[in-house]
Nanobody, 126 residues
Framework: QVQLVESGGGLVQAGGSLRLSCAAS????????MGWFRQAPGKEREFVAA????????YYGDSMKGRFTISRDNAKNTVYLQMNSLEPEDTAVYYC???????????????????WGQGTQVTVSS
């Protein structure tokens, strides 16, 4: 089992940047592929990015490509989401999640993720 705590959210102007962090408890962090999802008010939870257990493979949602970068530091039990060129449409609660089913690749399938953090709010003003 793993516990996840996100941080780094806040209010930023359009065009700005934020870096989210997700700290994981436990000694088996490298046994999980990790993902970021987001949920805006009145909308379904949306895939943002995912990274494989080793960090060698990454995958992004279409609207995030070229703007967001996911990375991880297994020695620090932490996954990051660097977000650049933020737009008001990026406003949402951002969640990190752990996927213990995907071994070498990554998954955008929300049903693969069975551990979730509490979320961190990102608000982008126009």
């Amino acid at each position: 089992q793993v516990q996840l705590v996100e941080s780094g959210g806040g209010l930023v102007q359009a065009g700005g940047s934020l870096r989210l962090s997700c700290a994981a408890s436990g000694r088996t962090f490298s046994s999980y592929a990790m993902g970021w999802f987001r949920q805006a008010p009145g909308k379904e939870r949306e895939f943002v990015a995912a990274i494989s257990r080793s960090g060698a493979n990454t995958y992004y949602g279409d609207s995030m490509k070229g703007r967001f970068t996911i990375s991880r530091d297994n020695a620090k039990n932490t996954v990051y989401l660097q977000m650049n060129s933020l737009e008001p449409e990026d406003t949402a609660v951002y969640y990190c999640a752990a996927d213990r089913f995907t071994y070498y690749s990554v998954s955008a399938d929300i049903s693969n993720y069975d551990y979730w953090g509490q979320g961190t709010q990102v608000t982008v003003s126009s």
